[in-house]
């Protein structure tokens, strides 16, 4: 009995893997081209770096297709191309994409205000929402009147030292 062999299409035996992957940028509608192998971080900081002021920046990038759930790459991910049909893009915030700013407005990035680093510290993120209040330049003022009244009760005291020990020394 003769076994039948599945004759592959030779379209698709003549077909190599493309050295690149392509990127769509959603914000500004451009193709970009990485090498295989990249990283989605390395991708997105230089989509963006790329963008005009205005244009929403790209949150991260993922894989698509046409009634298939999309691909989401983390940013240490390797970058990789799923065959037909499937499209890399950039993904953008629509509430940062300009809906209910102004025209030509850069988005900003949110931030949490505290954040706990890899070594348990926690910090401060951002420093231009730090807030000096009343009671804070309250606190600072008592603290330096505090260290100048110690200062001139020490230096009184020193000045005196030689007196006291005279004192001291002729009662005994």
């Given amino acids: 009995m003769g076994e039948e062999k599945e004759v592959e299409n030779p379209s698709t035996l003549l077909q190599t893997p493309k050295p690149f992957i392509e ?29 005009d002021s205005g244009i929403p920046l790209a949150l991260y990038i993922e894989a698509d297709k046409e009634g298939e759930e999309p691909i989401s790459f983390g940013h240490n991910a390797v970058l990789v191309d799923y065959g037909d049909g499937w499209k ?17 407005e850069r988005p900003t990035n949110k931030q949490l205000p505290n954040v706990i680093g890899t070594d348990g510290l926690q910090r401060l993120t951002s420093g231009s929402e730090r807030n000096i209040s009343y009671l804070y330049l309250g606190r600072i003022l008592l603290v330096l009147i505090f260290i100048i009244v110690f200062a001139v009760i020490l230096t009184l005291g020193l000045e005196n030292l030689p007196r006291l020990i005279l004192f001291v020394t002729s009662s005994m």
């Fill in 23 to 51: 990127i769509i940028c959603k914000s500004s509608a451009k193709v970009r081209r990485f090498a295989v192998g990249t990283e989605a971080r390395f991708a997105l900081q230089l989509i963006n770096r790329k963008l």
């Fill in 88 to 104: 890399l893009q950039t993904v953008i915030d629509d509430d940062e994409a300009g809906l209910g700013k102004e025209i030509g």
